[in-house]
């Protein structure tokens, strides 16, 4: 091996309500697809994980018919194997079943092998075998609130889990429900909204009960996080005890999409969506806004965007790759997906008249190619 | 003692070793919910395809006895006679 670098490539995995495809570039310009993986499933949850010197992807895989599974696939999709017991399934005692796996989030380069997953209904999980089994996370299961948490429009679900470089904090955002905290890695929880409006209940400051729709992990600012809400943008700059708004300079506070950069403080994208009654981008007007200060300011973000576009951005139909500078990627529930080698600045589609985009991961990888599925 | 047939739809054909029946012997009656255990304890994935985690027949999943829907008889405790045969059709949803 020695000092002779690895060339680098990218790959894509675009998630829909009938099936995975999966993409591969050398530049983020020109992408080879392959696909439909798994059609007729919906496929609402991807983690790619470029850990232990392998591209393992998982898919949280839903057929109508036949239920949720887990899949992984070590050759880009070229095989796929299931756990002949299942990944994810509720132990004897719960009488729970598992609906859809919305979340699959490998965990720290620090802790390979780590898997988290949230699913529907409302539950955490956690593999130590890169994503073969997971276990049951007992302490939020058992939890207290359980019976009051509810079902947004999708479901009731654990949509995000944000796990801090030590291992210690897990941040947990639920729908609905709001933001759990672990301070033990995952054994005991409080919710931790303050700050976070729900205007949809009585009190619109409760305990918890918000709905949130997806929180993420500023990269270098520790205990840093931002929260896009059902209405409302937010920021804890102390590790999610309060969340201040930083919806001003934004179009509308409404849409599902929060990410932020692999590396550098401060920088996080939205997507707005105009309102609860009126899901589609505002004015029919498509765009990405990136602050670089940690919400502080906005940028509008349009080149290469469509010029009407009314199709919503789903939570996970959304991701940044870990490239320098670093890739954004998003999919809208009208089948197109649109990737940006620069941060935002200017957008190209990649694919269009796909089934509604559910999930959208990417990742840079050794060199590397989709190849057609081997068939059974 | 006489067999009781589970007949599959194709695409669930993969998940039992490609055959399109399975077969479990049978003294007498047995319940539909005995007989998914007997035919699938060494299909695991074709299982779970069936029932959820609770033991629960998925939703969208219809399985016949003679010609009945097993929600409109008792249900996984519907009894079964050995001869019979019994069908596995994947019920007309989504879009």
Known sequence: MGCMATPESYVLAIGTKKGLWLASSQDRKQWSFTGPHFLMSEIPSIGIDTRDGRTRIMVGVRSEHWGPTVAHSDDLGATWTEPEQGAIKFPDGTDAAVERIWQIYPDAESRPGVVWAGAEPISVWKSTDGGEHFELNRGLWDHPHRSEWGAGYGGAAAHSIVVNPSGDNVHVAMSTGGVYRSLDGGSSWQPRNKGISAYFMPDPNPEFGQCVHKIAADAAVEGRLYAQNHHGVYRSDDNAENWESIAEGLPADFGFVMLTHPRRAGTAWVIPLKADGERIPPEGRLAVHRTDDAGGTWKRLDAGLPQAEYNAVLRDAAAVDSAEPAGVYFGTRGGSVYASADEGESFAEVASHLPDVLCVRAAVVADAKVTAPVSA | ?95
């Open chain 2, 1 to 95: 003692m006489a067999d009781i047939s589970v007949v599959l739809p194709s695409v669930l054909q993969p998940l039992a070793g490609g055959q399109s029946f399975l077969t479990a012997p049978a003294d007498g009656t047995v319940t539909v919910g005995w007989l998914l255990d007997s035919v699938t304890g060494d299909y695991p994935v074709l299982a779970r395809r069936l029932r959820d985690e609770t033991g629960a027949l998925r939703r969208y999943v219809n399985i016949y006895v003679n010609g009945d829907e097993v929600r409109r008889l008792q249900g996984l405790d519907t009894e079964v006679a050995a001869g019979q045969e019994v069908l596995i059709i994947q019920s007309v949803a989504g879009g």
